[in-house]
């Protein structure tokens, strides 16, 4: 091999480890990742479950209300 061809190699293998690098400090900022995702899971499980109740609730506060409307109708026709 030539020195131009050694120079070459080198900076290709300093360019590699320099990317190499960056690769290993990111992949190092997503390691809390997993752990996040469980947490958002579990705060979306008790999010589902409160608009579960919520959508109880007004489903029975309408038929309340519909049923008061009903008999006001009733006694204003009286």
Same mark, same amino acid.
């Given at each position: 091999?030539?020195?131009?061809?050694?120079?070459?190699?080198?900076?290709?293998? /300093?360019?590699?480890?320099?990317?190499?690098?960056?690769?290993?400090?990111m992949?190092?900022?997503?390691?809390?990742?997993p752990?996040?995702?469980?947490?958002?899971?579990? +705060?979306?499980?008790?999010? /589902?479950?409160?608009?579960?109740?919520?959508?109880?609730?007004? +489903?029975?506060?309408?038929?309340?209300?519909?049923?008061?409307?009903?008999?006001?109708?009733?006694?204003?026709?009286?």
């Open positions: 091999m030539s020195n131009n061809d050694d120079h070459y190699t080198a900076a290709l293998l /300093e360019d590699m480890n320099d990317n190499y690098g960056k690769i290993l400090e992949l190092s900022l997503l390691s809390g990742v752990a996040d995702i469980k947490e958002v899971n579990e +705060r979306l499980k008790n999010v /589902e479950q409160d608009v579960k109740v919520i959508k109880h609730v007004v +489903r029975d506060h309408s038929k309340t209300l519909h049923n008061h409307e009903h008999r006001l109708a009733r006694l204003e026709l009286a």
